[in-house]
């Protein structure tokens, strides 16, 4: 976040020494406005591109392995561009890596979740995912998971089956 700041800071720097070059080589015709206009606008575009980007450089940080399965848009009326192109600010992810399958339960996938969030800490558990009946356990402390393959104190969540993450774990 500090280095965002110092980015934004340092682009209405570089926006302002732009204008205020050009105004000094058209000999001071432009309005005097012109210069911290400048510096604001570098500020604002940096500040979106730093919003807008964030999808791309957080995904572009994972290992392979890693699939994207949801994301979150949003708009709001105090980014009016949002309107236009809406901003993503959350995603989850499924970490392929290490996916287990169990032999005695055909169609249960064992899983990492990855939960991210733009000014979010980003969070990772286990589940399991059972394919064939549309839903999802979390790995908490109280769930035993027995060499059969089943699982004991789980607590089940139903799922639609277009669910997305359930897709993308269910796929292979």
């Not at 969070?123 to 027995?146: K, P």
């Amino acid at each position: 976040m500090l280095l965002e700041f110092i980015a934004i800071v340092a682009a209405g720097f570089g926006l302002a020494g732009i204008a205020l070059s050009i105004n000094i080589a058209l000999r001071r015709r432009l309005p005097q406005w012109i210069v911290p206009a400048a510096a604001g606008a570098g500020m604002l575009l940096m500040a979106i591109w730093f919003e807008y980007s964030w999808l791309e450089r957080t995904t572009a940080a994972f290992p392979d392995g890693v699939e994207v399965a949801s994301t979150n848009q949003t708009r709001s009326w105090y980014r009016p561009w949002t309107y236009v192109v809406p901003l993503t600010n959350r995603l989850i992810a499924v970490d392929r890596r290490f996916d287990l399958r169990h032999p005695d339960t055909p169609g249960q996938v064992l899983t990492r979740v990855i939960l991210a969030g733009r000014w979010e800490p980003t969070r990772q558990f286990g589940a399991v995912f059972d394919c064939r009946l549309h839903r999802r356990a979390d790995l908490l402390d109280q769930v035993e998971l027995y060499d059969s393959g089943q699982l004991r104190n789980a607590n089940w969540v139903q799922l639609s089956s277009d669910d997305a993450v359930l897709r993308t774990v269910c796929q292979r």
